[in-house]
């Protein structure tokens, strides 16, 4: 992962079992990568091949300190129950360029 990167991480989420966290099992799931919380109640975060997505954008990740980050992940539960764990994010890159590339005409989505 490298600073001014925009994608959504993917982000594999188990219960105690090892069992994937499906979003039929939980009220809400938040998300804090650094400074950046997202939540899944806010529709910030999805589900989606099997893991949970948690969208960057090149701000976002050019707003990250390089080096080690730190994360972690709180759900509450459909019973209403909270539980958290810390979440381990890839080294982050240092980017050389700090611009913010923007798509082309044909990456855009006609309206």
Sequence with gaps: M??????NL???????TGAVVLPEAVADIEIAIGHIKKTY???E???GEGVWLFPLTQEESFS???GKIYGQVRIKWAT???????????KLAESRS??????????RPSR
């Design 45 to 47: 975060v999805k589900y």
């Design 80 to 90: 209403g129950e909270v539980d958290g764990c810390k979440l381990e994010i890839p």
């Design 10 to 16: 993917g982000i594999d989420i188990q219960d105690d």
């Design 64 to 66: 990250l300190p390089a």
């Design 2 to 7: 490298m600073q001014g990167d925009s994608y």
């Design 41 to 43: 109640a806010n529709g």
């Design 98 to 107: 700090r611009a913010q590339l923007t798509p082309s005409p044909q990456d």
